[in-house]
Each structure stands twice: as C-alpha cells, then as structure tokens.
C-alpha cells in the first residue's frame, strides 16, 4: 500500500516569513516528487518536482529530498497572501502518482 | 496548446440518478487519469488509461462506477446509481508519452458533482 503523508494544517505564517511544508512516503519504489498548489475551487497546478537527492530552488520556492529518510519538503521564502492555498505533495510510481492528503497554508498580511 | 477540458464542469443530481462526465486531454497525451478529490482530501486515483486501455482500475468502485477511453483519445466517467458520498471533483489529468525524465501532469478544471 502506497501511502503519502503530509503535515497536517492549516498553517499559519506572517507575510515575509518562511514557509515549511512537508511529506513523507512510504514506499522506497518512487521515482519522482511534485509539489501541486491547490487554490479553493481550482485544479492542482505544478510548482515544483525533484527526483535528486538534495535540494532544488526555484525562485521563492525550494524542494528538498531525502530518499534515505522518504522524505520530501517544500519551503517558500518571503511568502505572500497569494500563496494562501492547499500544496499538495504528490508521488510518481512510475506513471502511478499517489497524492497526500494536501496541506492549507495561510500567509497573513 | 489547448488544455485538458473537461465537461460539464457542474452537476446537481439526486441519489440513485446517473451521471457522465467527459474529459478531452491534451492533443498526443497518451496516459489518461481521472481523480476522486473529496472535499479537504488530495486527489484519489480512479482508474488510470494508456492509450484505449487500462493500466490500473484498483481504486475505482466498479459496482457503480464505469470508465472507458474508446479511441484513445476522450474519456468517459460514469456513476450509475450515484450515492450521496460521491459528492466530489472529479478531476481529469494527462500526461504525454515520455521515455524518460519526470511525468507532470497537466490537469482540467474539474467537474463538481453534487448528490443530494
């Protein structure tokens, strides 16, 4: 069984702050990880993938892997209201993804 | 490049009636997915195409729940007899055929079902 977990929200940061968000799985079979935000009502929009061990930074946002611990995190700098939504961590089981159960962020102005 | 499209993107049906929803991928995409995402939940895989045929079904509840992707290209969900827990989006993701590298997949916006 597949299993994606994230940590439970909402999460609350000020404007400016960094935000942690993060996700394990449990089946050492995985090849790829994304990070989806999700705002309310709208479908899952890539923000970031890895599947190195290490880090990965895009802009405000960086992915961290940790395939020894199956451990995956997203943490975005300098965060906005705009990125008050639901981040989804999701696992790729070669072509088979397997979602977490989705974290809310809320940045407070 | 146009979207994945999805339709209709609202439904309002009463328990034990029937439902169908389409969903158009992106032009060549070869893998098709449709997810369950209950309200507060991620998104739970339903049965996942590769071309016209079924890579994996597991999730899906067969007893009401049908799916099919004929020509390869559009698919079909349908619900018959709904119930009142299949209230949900239902989303409709693909991805191309790709021989290596990661596999994002690009979603459509969604069909809200609502079983009253």
């Known amino acids: 069984q597949k299993e994606v977990e994230q940590n439970s929200g909402p999460l609350s940061v000020p404007e400016g702050a960094i935000a942690s968000l993060n996700c394990t799985y449990s089946d050492r079979g995985s090849q790829s990880f994304f990070w989806y935000r999700q705002y309310s009502g709208k479908s899952p929009e890539l923000i970031m993938f890895?599947?190195?061990?290490g880090d990965k930074e895009d802009g405000r946002f960086t992915a961290q892997l940790n395939k020894a611990s199956q451990y995956v995190s997203l943490l975005i700098r300098d965060s906005q209201p705009s990125d008050s939504a639901t981040y989804l961590c999701?696992?790729?089981?070669?072509?088979?993804?397997?979602f977490g159960p989705g974290t809310r962020l809320s940045v407070l102005p | 490049e146009a979207g994945v499209a999805q339709s209709p993107r609202y439904k309002i049906i009463e328990k034990r009636q029937s439902v169908a929803f389409w969903c158009n991928p992106i032009s060549g995409h070869a893998t098709l997915y449709w997810y369950q995402q209950i309200l507060g939940q991620g998104p739970k895989l339903l049965i996942q195409f590769q071309n016209n045929g079924v890579v994996d079904d597991s999730q899906l509840p067969k007893d009401r729940f049908s799916a099919e992707r004929l020509k390869g290209v559009d698919s079909t969900l349908k619900i018959q007899p709904a119930k009142l827990e299949d209230s949900a989006v239902y989303l409709c993701a693909s991805i191309p055929m790709v021989a290596s590298g990661y596999n994002e997949q690009f979603f459509g916006p969604g069909t809200r079902l609502t079983v009253l």
């Open positions: 999701a696992v790729d089981y070669g072509q088979n993804f397997v």
């Open positions: 890895i599947y190195s061990n």
